[in-house]
């Protein structure tokens, strides 16, 4: 990077510069020969996108790139399960799980109750934060965020929960996003 009066700006392994994708703060330090090391650990300096450009959609709404990536065609379903796991190619991308991998799957692995603390346990990429909602009723379901969590995060305590019944839903998005 480069600024007017403060030169060339190096972004090197010495100062550890960076990006937390979920929240896009920063953190560690970067080099200016004009200004020595540079914190970037202060509460204004963050990263956030205005706009995510997907690029091209293929006509089944994916992007050509990943289909391309992943198939070496746009001719696919959207709705298709290649490996039969269960989860749709749409499903895959939004997950960021690999189409091709049966056991590469977006899942809640496990619930645990114990007194009024609820714990939920799920499968997480590095490349997806991740959010949790609840319902105490699924007729009508009136789902709620309990809980946002960073990127490669697969586990999250609710504590105060007292409810007879209760169900959860683990959702995957990408960071950074507007």
Not at 87 to 113: C, E, H, K, W
Not at 124 to 138: E, G, I, M
Request: with cysteine.
């Amino acid at each position: 990077a480069w600024g007017a009066n403060v030169g060339w700006i190096a972004f090197e392994s010495t100062g550890a510069p960076k990006v937390d994708l979920a929240t896009g703060n920063l953190s560690g330090y970067v080099w200016s020969a004009n200004c020595g090391w540079i914190s970037l650990s202060n509460a204004v300096a963050r990263v956030q996108t205005d706009s995510i450009q997907q690029g091209t959609l293929a006509p089944n709404g994916l992007p050509i790139a990943w289909l391309l990536l992943n198939f070496g065609t746009t001719n696919i379903s959207a709705n298709a399960d290649p490996t039969g796991k269960g989860m749709t190619i749409t499903q895959d991308y939004l997950a960021g799980t690999d189409p091709n991998n049966s056991n590469d799957v977006f899942r809640i692995t496990s619930v645990a109750r114990a007194g009024d603390q609820t714990t939920l346990d799920w499968s997480s990429k590095s490349n997806r934060a991740y959010y949790v909602q609840f319902t105490p009723s699924l007729s009508p379901a009136s789902w709620t965020s309990v809980s946002t969590n960073g990127l490669d995060v697969s586990t999250v305590s609710l504590a105060g929960r007292t409810n007879t019944d209760e169900f959860y839903r683990v959702g995957a998005f990408r960071p950074l996003g507007p």
